[in-house]
T-cell receptor, first 112, second 116 residues
Framework: DAKTTQPPSMDCAEGRAANLPCNHS???????VYWYRQIHSQGPQYIIH???NNETNEMASLIITEDRKSSTLILPHATLRDTAVYYC?????????????FGQGTTLQVKP | DTGVSQDPRHKITKRGQNVTFRCDPI?????LYWYRQTLGQGPEFLTY????????KSRLLSDRFSAERPKGSFSTLEIQRTEQGDSAMYLC??????????????FGAGSRLTVL
């Protein structure tokens, strides 16, 4: 699975959009981009995933560049409860194991 | 269904003792994963099961660690002769794999181990 690079930390004002970037320049054609987040003292929580088209669900939007070498997770109206570590993970959809390899993630601090 | 359940949530033990953690996955999920997470780090993959078969083990899983999933439902992770370096959060996750389509992993809240 391709390696991802994320900034270690970011701040966001409550009510504003949080834009979390992820670089995955070695991504291959059959690899999806997944985002999970981990709120303090809880297990990771799935947010969204995509291949090449932009995706949106009730939690967030995922914007993937045309060359697929980077992506951005957007939380449109961040709240204090969105304070968490956000992990960007690249994985083949037909992975034999389905396991996820986590990096260090981005710690998002939403401030009042 | 209440998601992935892990028990106990917290365990404090003395060095050299054995500990066992239990994971109850989402009932229809056929895959089950164990991860370990130390402070400030992302979760690290330990092992996974497809039904009752243990199909992959990480090099992190020393011979003091053993995991089972006897009937393809719940799983246990046992650590023998615990060491202080075993102190971590142990996370369990499950997913439904149908053919080559692998769904997302659903994680439990974790079992925090402190070895004194």
């Amino acid at each position: 699975d391709a390696k991802t690079t994320q900034p270690p930390s970011m701040d966001c004002a409550e009510g504003r959009a949080a834009n979390l970037p992820c670089n995955h320049s070695t991504i291959s054609g059959n690899e999806y981009v997944y985002w999970y987040r981990q709120i303090h003292s809880q297990g990771p929580q799935y947010i969204i995933h995509g291949l090449k088209n932009n995706e949106t669900n009730e939690m967030a939007s995922l914007i993937i560049t045309e060359d697929r070498k980077s992506s951005t997770l957007i939380l449109p109206h961040a709240t204090l409860r969105d304070t968490a570590v956000y992990y960007c993970i690249v994985r083949s959809y037909s992975s034999n194991t389905g396991k996820l390899i986590f990096g260090q993630g981005t710690t998002l601090q939403v401030k009042p | 269904d209440t998601g992935v359940s892990q028990d106990p949530r917290h365990k404090i033990t003395k060095r050299g003792q054995n500990v066992t953690f239990r994971c109850d996955p989402i009932s229809e999920h056929n895959r089950l994963y164990w991860y370990r997470q130390t402070l400030g780090q992302g979760p690290e993959f330990l092992t996974y099961f497809q039904n009752e078969a243990q199909l992959e083990k990480s090099r992190l899983l020393s011979d003091r660690f053993s995991a089972e999933r006897p009937k393809g439902s719940f799983s246990t992770l046992e650590i023998q002769r615990t060491e202080q370096g075993d102190s971590a959060m142990y996370l369990c996750a499950s997913s439904l794999s149908v053919g080559e389509r692998v769904n997302v992993l659903t994680f439990g809240a974790g079992s925090r181990l402190t070895v004194l």
